[in-house]
């Protein structure tokens, strides 16, 4: 069966500390993989997605990185990390040419 | 380019009354659209969504939206709210030859008196 694990559910940072959230698919191969952001009170913004290995496109200008090291893991990255950063992080996967959609559980990230 | 317009922030009916939750979209790919919920602190459920096929596409807890390309519209229904669907709805619009990325509404917030 295809699934997504995505750790840890919930963290809490201090600023300028750095930041590393895997995501990690099972049961399917080359798939496409997302990573969103949900700031408090908004709705979801796509950050980055990849449609393989070392293949990484940016949605928008921000203090975060994604790295694909592995066909079905995908990392979110930053140096060091501000509070606006704070919000609920979603990684998601699709299968090229279906209409499938997996998220998966989050992790909600604080910075204080 | 693809976007959602979530017409409303704020929904408030009564127990029993129909629902109607608005949401235009703008595409310049063959779209599909999709509505999920998120009740507070949990993650996103699936409600529906529609592909290029019929165009009333029926989901999950009675409830149903209608593409209508013409308006470019994808409302969200339901005949009766029970106070369990109080929640934020998003509407999404997706396109394979966009490589599935999702482009959310803000959301609608929808209360249910009793």
Partial sequence: SQTIHQWPATLVQPVGSPLSLECTVEGTSNPNLYWYRQAAGRGLQLLFYSVGIGQISSEVPQNLSASRPQDRQFILSSKKLLLSDSGFYLCAWSVPGSYGYTFGSGTRLTVV | ?114
């Fill in chain 2, 1 to 114: 380019a693809q976007s959602v317009t979530q017409l409303d922030s704020h929904v408030s009916v009564s127990e029993g009354t129909p629902v109607l939750l608005r949401c235009n979209y703008s595409s310049s790919y063959s779209p599909s659209l999709f509505w999920y919920v998120q009740h507070p602190n949990k993650g996103l459920q699936l409600l529906l969504k529609y592909t290029s096929a019929a165009t009333l596409v029926k989901g999950i807890n009675g409830f149903e939206a209608e593409f209508k390309k013409s308006e470019t519209s994808f409302h969200l229904t339901k005949p009766s709210a029970h106070m369990s669907d109080a929640a934020e709805y998003f509407c999404v619009v997706s396109s394979m030859n966009n490589f599935n990325k999702f482009y959310f509404g803000s959301g609608t917030k929808l209360n249910v008196k009793p």
